[in-house]
């Protein structure tokens, strides 16, 4: 019997426009808590930014935010794991070093910080992630200790960036997630580190757990659940881990998906 979901957002849950069929999901969430079935997306997102996303239907969450290095519920933070900030702004320092183009996006507890220089569209493109940013001549003007640390290639050259960072592999959780993406955790800490850590919260088994995702930084995920499941539009390396392949995100799959598991199984007592 399913008691928890969880679900990746971009390019799982959320179609190609950023959204999701709004008609569909009160039927849904309606459904998982008449099952008593916990939902938990998992995102590099702010958790406060899957909050606006969701809006009051997010009350009853476990949001796994910020690449699930924070676990919020009801509005309070029950886990977040940081990075130290003289680390931080070292592995920092180090990719502008490497190329001044692609974009960070530096994340604290107090939201996202950006550089002041960048152009008003990039910001505004970030804002569809975060609900808190604020601007910075440098990033050596952060003093808190980071969430976690982004970049963003446009020209898709992540894969060769990532080659720079080796030196912090000990220190850091670090993953290309796509071409254009490198995230950056606290050391241990991603997706199915913090799956593990909410599963044990709750008293939830792996058998008892359904997954969705697509990207690469969903393949730890893949191993949370008995009933894991990758898009159709997901990385070969997602399919492969996964048990099962569903229908893409343009689909409304896992939408489709959970109504087809939950209706297998009883009401909750």
């Not at 070292?90 to 604290?108: G, S």
């Not at 969430?147 to 960036?161: A, M, P, W, Y």
């Not at 539009?233 to 229908?247: D, L, P, V, Y």
Request: hydrophobic letters at 45%; charged letters at 25%; a negative charge.
């Amino acid at each position: 019997m399913i008691k928890l979901i969880i679900t990746d957002l971009d390019g799982t849950f959320l179609n190609s426009a950023g959204d999701f069929n709004r008609m569909l999901f009160p039927d849904v969430n309606a459904l998982m808590q008449r099952k008593g079935v916990h939902f938990a997306p998992c995102t590099g997102k702010q958790c406060d930014r899957v909050e606006e996303l969701f809006g009051a239907s997010a009350a009853d969450f476990w949001i796994l935010g910020d690449s699930a290095t924070r676990i919020k519920h009801r509005g309070r933070y029950a886990y977040q794991s940081l990075i130290d900030n003289a680390l931080g702004r070292e592995m920092i320092a180090t990719l502008e070093a490497v190329n001044q183009e692609p974009v960070i996006i530096a994340c604290t507890p107090n939201g996202a910080v950006l550089k002041d220089s960048l152009a008003p569209a990039m910001i505004e493109k970030v804002k569809k992630s975060y609900a808190t940013v604020r601007l910075v001549p440098d990033f050596n003007a952060v003093t808190d200790d980071f969430v976690k640390i982004s970049l963003f290639d446009e020209n898709g050259r992540c894969h060769q960036t990532r080659t720079h960072l080796a030196p912090y592999d000990d220190r850091a959780y670090i993953v290309v997630s796509e071409a254009a993406w490198i995230d950056i955790a606290d050391a241990g800490v991603h997706k199915g580190s913090t799956v593990a850590r909410l599963q044990d919260m709750l008293q939830v088994t792996p058998q008892e757990t359904a997954v969705f995702g697509d990207g690469l930084n969903d393949i730890e995920l893949m191993r949370c659940g008995d009933y894991s499941f990758a898009m159709r539009n997901a990385f070969e390396e997602t399919k492969a881990a996964a048990r099962f392949i569903t229908r893409s995100n343009d689909d409304d799959a896992v939408m489709h998906t959970i109504i087809q598991l939950l209706n297998l199984q009883p009401d909750a007592a």
